[in-house]
């Protein structure tokens, strides 16, 4: 059973920066995405990041210059590194992994870390 295990949320105040990590258990078959969402309370979850495997990066247009996808294959972690936050930016943060063989790949998903941007 894959588990994805987040940390690094927490409070902050506007301005500051944060680093969320997300740590795989194990790889199954390759990993063709990781990305990185978040749910506000009252609100849909949304894509802030994703990373393919050939490298592309893709960002949210409310995060873009300020937010940075990466990973670390050896650790099988994927990071977000988050500046100049805004008090926009609070919202539970879930990784997603899209793993598998050529047939049959899955996202799995982070349990969330919360972030709280204090004005």
């Known amino acids: 059973q894959v588990q994805l295990v987040e940390s690094g949320g927490g409070l902050v105040q506007a301005g500051g920066s944060l680093r969320l990590s997300c740590a795989a258990s194990?790889?199954?078959?390759?990993?063709?995405?990781m990305g990185w969402y978040r749910q506000a309370p009252g609100q849909q979850r949304e894509l802030v990041a994703v990373?393919?495997?050939?490298?592309?990066?893709k960002y949210s247009n409310s995060v873009k210059g300020r937010f940075t996808i990466s990973r670390d294959n050896a650790k099988n972690t994927v990071y977000l590194q988050m500046n100049s936050l805004e008090s926009g930016d609070s919202a539970v943060y879930y990784c997603?992994?899209?793993?598998?063989?050529?047939?049959?790949?899955?996202?799995?998903w982070g349990q969330g870390t919360q972030v709280t941007v204090s004005s």
């Open positions: 997603a992994i899209n793993m598998g063989s050529q047939w049959s790949a899955r996202d799995y």
């Open positions: 194990e790889v199954i078959g390759s990993v063709n995405k």
């Open positions: 990373l393919t495997d050939s490298g592309t990066t």
